[in-house]
């Protein structure tokens, strides 16, 4: 399983951004699919999650309100809606896989760098 992130840029407080993510392999719908953010100098950090199928989604309470995660299970993506953007949203952001395989999120993209301006 391989996972491309695209969608990062630069945005104002208060704007929006779209982040996708593609998964390779053909038991997507069998993938819990999370979204995980590392801003400079500090952990990576859990930022969302959307359940195998048509599962339960979690959220961050920094994020709960302002991100929508989303995932087409027959184009094998997962988006992350990102609205009301804060400069401390600032951070590269990877999109990761809990399959039956790995022992959690065990399968990660490449990271998309997401940076908001005050």
């Known amino acids: 399983v391989q996972l491309q992130a695209s969608g990062g840029g630069l945005v104002q407080a208060g704007g929006s951004l779209r982040l996708s993510c593609t998964a390779s392999g053909r038991t997507f719908g069998s993938y819990v699919m999370g979204w995980f953010r590392q801003a400079p100098g500090k952990e990576r950090e859990f930022v969302a999650s959307?359940?195998?199928?048509?599962?339960?989604?979690k959220y961050a309470d920094s994020v709960a309100g302002r991100f929508t995660i989303s995932r087409d299970n027959r184009k094998h993506t997962v988006t992350l809606q990102m609205d009301s953007l804060k400069p401390e949203d600032t951070a590269v952001y990877y999109c990761?896989?809990?399959?039956?395989?790995?022992?959690?999120?065990?399968?990660w993209g490449q990271g998309t760098q997401v940076t908001v301006s005050s």
């Open positions: 959307f359940g195998r199928g048509g599962g339960t989604t």
């Open positions: 990761a896989a809990n399959t039956p395989y790995t022992d959690g999120f065990g399968i």
